[in-house]
T-cell receptor, first 115, second 111 residues
Framework: NAGVTQTPKFQVLKTGQSMTLQCAQD?????MSWYRQDPGMGLRLIHY???????DQGEVPNGYNVSRSTTEDFPLRLLSAAPSQTSVYFC??????????????FGPGTRLLVL | DAKTTQPNSMESNEEEPVHLPCNHS???????IHWYRQLPSQGPEYVIH???SNVNNRMASLAIAEDRKSSTLILHRATLRDAAVYYC????????????FGTGTQLKVEL
């Protein structure tokens, strides 16, 4: 199993540009989520999905869109990039989400710089 | 959501045990205690979790206080590869798999 994969690893954008961060998992996990991590801080939840066709907002959703058309993929779209979105983005997945005991598997991250 | 309190940093010598504390005085009866760690320039990695009883796995042990208001992650023999930020997180049963990360404890391991 490749686990959770993310592309690209690094990206530089200009203010106002749009892009999609890709996330895929091959573990048949129903739950997937996106976090961002700013320097010296913990991770903050952007959006999450409890299954194909179902998404919801996390703590910091503004400026981001998501969709979940398949179990495997959960792309994160930046509609109009802003310097405040400069961050490291992590995708995560887990088999379930309701029990309290489910562990999450994180991808290696995408480093985004918005100029 | 119930919050956790951890020291900002701790130091250890290689090959010695490390005890990483976490206070969670407002924990509810159904909250699970999870620990994740984040090595430099990597995504977080699951370490261990528990509810009421102490837990052991190949990576670490988790000691949970009887009143569940605190817990301790124990690394039995620290190595240089264990240098990371360790996060103590409470998971609410039925609340979805949202992880609320604080700033964690930066563990430094020296030779």
């Amino acid at each position: 199993n490749a686990g959770v994969t993310q592309t690209p690893k690094f990206q530089v954008l200009k203010t106002g540009q749009s892009m999609t961060l890709q996330c895929a998992q091959d573990m048949n996990h129903e739950y997937m989520s996106w976090y961002r991590q700013d320097p010296g801080m913990g991770l903050r939840l952007i959006h999450y999905s409890v299954g194909a066709g179902i998404t919801d907002q996390g703590e910091v959703p503004n400026g981001y869109n998501v969709s979940r058309s398949t179990t495997e993929d959960f792309p994160l779209r930046l509609l109009s990039a802003a310097p405040s979105q400069t961050s490291v983005y992590f995708c995560a997945s887990s088999y379930g989400h309701q029990g309290g005991w489910e562990t999450q598997y994180f991808g290696p991250g995408t480093r985004l710089l918005v100029l | 959501d119930a919050k956790t309190t951890q020291p900002n940093s701790m130091e250890s010598n290689e090959e010695e045990p490390v005890h990483l504390p976490c206070n969670h005085s407002t924990i509810s009866g159904t909250d699970y205690i999870h620990w994740y760690r984040q090595l430099p320039s990597q995504g977080p990695e699951y370490v261990i979790h528990g509810l009421t009883s102490n837990v052991n796995n190949r990576m670490a042990s988790l000691a949970i206080a009887e009143d569940r208001k605190s817990s301790t992650l124990i690394l039995h023999r620290a190595t240089l590869r264990d240098a990371a930020v360790y996060y103590c997180i409470l998971r609410v049963t039925g609340g979805g798999n949202k992880l609320t990360f604080g700033t964690g404890t930066q563990l430094k391991v020296e030779l």
